[in-house]
């Protein structure tokens, strides 16, 4: 594993652009990057370390293990490396959705578009509210459990911030769950 440094800076590009195009989301985009960089720019053991890392510290998990394998693999220049063709794919798919969005902004089959996709995204919201409320139920769901999202359902309703709305049940939780 004796390669020059700009030899490792390309192939860490060449891996971050290849994975977020392959790729849809994070999680499953960790799996395509242990195949692409374990045993060719670092150890199994190192990179179950900066999934660890990169799943513990606040903020995109993407660009976290981006920065962890880059620097394992590269140093500094490495980091930057390694997030450029990380942010490079995705970056330039919105430019181009926005570029699109905005010529076509005014024509009537995209606000038919816009409008059909509106109850697919609520249904979706709703499909992944149904599955996190169901995490780890093994009985019906109680009282408890229907009191904390009626209220947090009244708090949002409210337009109450919702990082202080999650906050307030996962107290209300430690009193209720106990």
Do not use: C
């Amino acid at each position: 594993m004796n390669q020059s440094k700009f030899s490792i800076w390309l192939q860490l590009l060449w891996m971050f652009l290849k994975v977020n195009l392959l790729s849809p989301s994070g999680p499953a985009s960790v799996g395509l990057l242990y195949k692409e960089a374990v045993g060719k720019i670092m150890s199994e053991e190192r990179f179950v370390e900066a999934v660890g890392f990169s799943n513990v510290l606040p903020g995109s998990e993407a660009l976290k293990l981006a920065m962890f394998v880059g620097f394992a693999a590269g140093g500094v220049p490495g980091v930057f490396t390694a997030l450029l063709g990380a942010v490079l794919p995705p970056t330039v798919m919105m430019f181009a959705v926005a570029a699109f969005l905005q010529q076509f902004q005014q024509e009537d089959w995209l606000q038919g578009f816009v409008k059909g996709m509106s109850p697919a995204i609520a249904a979706l919201i709703i499909m992944v509210a149904w599955e996190l409320f169901h995490v780890g139920q093994t009985k019906k769901i109680d009282r408890r459990t229907l009191f904390i999202a009626a209220l947090s359902t009244i708090a949002l309703w409210f337009d109450f911030p919702s990082p202080l709305v999650l906050l307030g049940a996962g107290v209300l939780g430690v009193f209720l769950f106990r």
